[in-house]
């Protein structure tokens, strides 16, 4: 079986090679080029991580001293003054993330089959010898398993975390030696671990989705959050002979056509052999477009706030407090200009910026500094204890500064506070629509994925990448983007196999599509995608989504239907496959997703329709009736027939969906859905209509 695959691989490899050195060429990936395209052409797809990692600092302890950055407002730097500040210490429930989307402790479980499920985690590999990868109380592995304990050096295995192979030439072992991984494998499977906490603030109970179910890492990215599209493939190839269940997978690029993403390729087979691929949207946000990734066949995640955050308190030397919000919704910063910070004069101090790149704060760490205090958010982890202002707040700080003859400040320990507002998409996480299939649209699904507590290798220091500087070791760690929501759809979609073990991936996708709940829009000149193409189908419920009532089954055949349609040379993605003969084209629209979008001319009037079919997977006898929101006012919608009746469990029904207006102006985008219900379920399926 393995033999095989390595045949089959090489023969996409030659595939991905030729198309990515096409890449490599064209002018739009300059950055691309000059940072990842090393001595093998396939270095291109990378971790999302360090690309744009969100996290907020939690540091117990908070300092002194005002350096001011000269060049920015005229040279009147100073320094002076010290005190000492300790902060009492709060209390947070670690696992709220978990909790949050409805899938407490407590909930019902299928703790044998649990036990069987396998987690493949294609990443930075994990660290094992952690308590949330301890096999206490596991058996041996279920017999299903086929794989081994390839991990390299100092890597050993156990009956929870079962498996590790690498896929990096520059590291021989699975040990991961930046975080990421480790903190992804623990979100979808990690043991319960009671009185996990950083620094002592965050102290709750720690876990995965599927506490009960196996681990399996390959660790297809370097230590510096670099993946390669080769090691890729193999991994996606040894992890489905090995067995696995569900792969998850927080990593990507941006959009690129199916046949020359290795990703794609992958998940492809694995849905081939009945195993569902989650992958991160991406931290490219808020800009419209930017989903990385978009195949049909993965579960897309997005990821979105949690109902808490994080907020450090300022105090400076007058006694003025600022309340200092860390959501941040800045995205980037600009850089610091370098050389501008006497790093002689930063031991001891507060270091003030407007703008800060991220080498200086590393630098400012290496030269102990106390702390910074920066105007504009960098999406990145610091090494100290850090706060980022608002702009009235830090007109505030710079007026007290140049005006206080001593000036002075603390940055209070960072606390948790409640946020009542409803859960949004993160502004960082990357949206639609698909620059490959825009009709598809994704991303599918959102997950919380900021401020995400997750297991953490103690000999990585927490800023993560970077870390010079940061002396710092941690067993636990708070981590934000879309490669933290990428694993709580993995441990969702695991929860739902538990209860149908027998479903297809498209069954599984579907259920956790069409009983997601539809969040909060962000729409806002900046973000204009802030609706659908920011969340897809709203927040993942997993209980929901054990009894969907109605599911969308796409098979492998309507895949390679809807690539032949579109012109790939199906066999560049699977070899296996060849275009059915006679077969009618299908249009991206027409795939049976369980999300809708149309494409109506510009300024005409119009009657367009898609059909869909249902499978019925709730009670053998049941009725459905149709509903339409009507949110626009703008068009027409209509299901025909409105009502669908089955008889017994797998029957299928089609019905269309049809929408009928008077004419839209090119640019408009609706966002409109119907749902099916019963007496019991909802299944519901968002509908994007834009004019041309
Ligand atoms: C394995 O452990 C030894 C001894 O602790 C250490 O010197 C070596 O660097 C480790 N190797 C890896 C790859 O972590
Ligand atoms: C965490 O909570 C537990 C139980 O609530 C308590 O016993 C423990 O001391 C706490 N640990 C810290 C570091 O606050
Ligand atoms: C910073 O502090 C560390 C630990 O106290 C010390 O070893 C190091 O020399 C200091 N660096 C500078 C530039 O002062
Ligand atoms: C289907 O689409 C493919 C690719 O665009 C095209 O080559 C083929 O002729 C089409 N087949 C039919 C029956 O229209
Ligand atoms: C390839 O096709 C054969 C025959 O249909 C099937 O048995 C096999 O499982 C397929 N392999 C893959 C990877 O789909
Ligand atoms: C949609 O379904 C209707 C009713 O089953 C059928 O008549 C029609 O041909 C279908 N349309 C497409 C595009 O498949
Ligand atoms: C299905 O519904 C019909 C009509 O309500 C009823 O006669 C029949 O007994 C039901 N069958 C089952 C299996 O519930
Ligand atoms: C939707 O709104 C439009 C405009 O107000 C109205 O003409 C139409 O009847 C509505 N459709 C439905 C199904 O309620
Ligand atoms: C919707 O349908 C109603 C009744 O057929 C019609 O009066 C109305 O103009 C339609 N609205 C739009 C926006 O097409």
């Known amino acids: 079986m393995a033999k095989d695959g390595l045949f089959r691989l090489s023969c996409i490899l030659s595939v991905v090679l030729l198309s990515i050195n096409d890449i490599a060429c064209s002018a739009q990936d300059e950055e691309r080029k000059a940072k990842h395209f090393g001595p093998t052409l396939l270095s291109i797809l990378r971790t999302w991580v360090p690309l744009r990692l969100n996290r907020r600092e939690l540091i117990p302890w908070l300092l002194i001293n ?130 996990a906490s950083l620094f002592g603030l965050a102290n709750g109970t720690a876990r995965g989705g599927v506490p009960s179910s196996r681990i399996a890492v390959y660790k297809v990215c370097d230590s510096q959050g670099n993946c390669q599209g080769d090691g890729i493939l193999a991994a996606f190839d040894d992890a489905i002979a090995d067995g696995v269940d569900i792969i998850t997978a927080s990593l990507g690029e941006q959009a690129i056509p199916f046949d020359k993403d290795p990703l794609a390729i992958g998940a492809f087979h694995a849905m081939a052999k009945g195993v569902l691929v989650t992958l991160s949207a991406g931290n490219s946000g808020p800009d419209a477009g930017t989903v990385g990734a ?29 309340t200092v919000s860390s959501t941040c919704s800045e995205a980037s910063a600009r850089a610091c200009e370098e050389g501008c910070l006497d790093m002689q004069k930063v031991l001891g101090k507060i270091v003030i910026c407007e703008w800060l790149g991220t080498d200086a704060v590393s630098k400012a760490a290496v030269y102990n500094a106390s702390g910074i205090i920066l105007k504009q958010p960098l ?5 100290l204890p850090t706060v980022v202002l608002d702009g009235p707040s830090f007109e505030m700080l710079v007026s007290y500064h140049s005006s206080a003859k001593n000036p002075q400040a603390r940055l209070l320990k960072s606390e948790t506070i409640p946020n009542p507002a409803p859960p949004t998409v993160d502004t960082i996480s990357s949206r639609g629509p698909s620059m490959i299939t825009p009709d598809i649209m994704k991303p599918d699904v959102s997950a919380p994925g900021v401020n995400i507590l997750a297991a953490f290798p103690p000999n990585v220091p927490p800023t993560m990448f970077g870390g010079e500087g940061d002396h710092r070791s941690v067993k636990f760690n708070l981590l934000s983007g879309t490669s933290m929501s990428c694993p709580h759809a993995a441990g969702a979609a695991a929860y739902v196999k ?26 806002t000149n900046k973000d204009p995608s802030g609706r659908e193409f920011s969340y897809g189908s709203g927040q993942i419920n997993p209980v929901k989504a054990v009894d969907p009532g109605l599911v ?15 012109g790939y040379d199906i066999r560049s993605i699977d070899s296996n496959s060849t275009c059915p003969r006679g077969a009618k084209n299908i249009t991206e629209a027409e795939l049976n997703y369980p999300s809708l ?7 005409k009037p119009f009657k367009l329709a898609l059909n869909r079919t249902a499978t019925n997977v709730g009670f053998p006898n049941s009725t459905y009736k149709a509903e ?65």
């Open 66 to 195: 005002l350096v001011c950055w000269k060049k920015l407002w005229g040279g009147r730097g100073k320094e002076e003054v010290l005190s000492v500040f300790r902060s009492p210490t709060f209390h947070v429930q670690t696992t709220r993330s978990w909790d949050f989307i409805g899938l407490p402790e407590t909930a019902k479980r299928e703790p044998t089959i649990e036990g069987r499920t396998i987690i493949g985690v294609l990443d930075t590999g994990a660290y094992p010898d952690l308590e949330s990868f301890s096999d206490q109380g596991f058996g041996p592995p279920p017999e299903k398993w086929k794989g081994s304990c390839k991990g390299g050096a100092n890597f050993t295995c156990n009956n929870k975390l079962i498996g590790a192979r690498y896929y990096v030439s520059t590291e021989d072992s699975a040990i991961d030696g930046s975080g990421h991984g480790t903190h992804t494998a623990s979100t979808a499977a990690g043991n319960a671990v009671e009185r």
């Open 294 to 322: 978009v195949a049909p066949w993965v579960l897309t995640v997005a990821s979105n706030s949690l109902d808490r955050e994080f907020m450090t308190k300022l105090v400076l030397g007058d006694g003025t407090l600022l």
């Open 379 to 383: 999406s990145k982890t610091y090494p």
């Open 498 to 523: 538990t209860f149908h073990p027998d479903w297809s991936p498209s069954a599984i996708k579907s259920a956790l599509m069409t009983t997601a709940s539809k969040l909060q829009d962000t729409i």
């Open 552 to 566: 969308y089954e796409i098979t492998k055949d309507d895949y390679v239907n809807l690539l032949c349609s579109l």
């Open 597 to 603: 979008i149309f494409r109506a001319p510009d300024s």
């Open 628 to 692: 339409v929101v009507n949110s626009s006012n703008a068009i027409n919608i209509t299901v025909v027939p409105e009502v669908l009746s089955f008889k017994s469990v797998s029957e299928k029904k089609t019905f269309t969906v049809e929408i009928t207006g008077s004419g839209l102006k090119s640019g408009t985008q609706l966002s409109e859905e119907f749902a099916w219900y019963d007496s019991v379920h909802s299944v519901r399926s968002p509908i994007i209509v834009y004019a041309e």
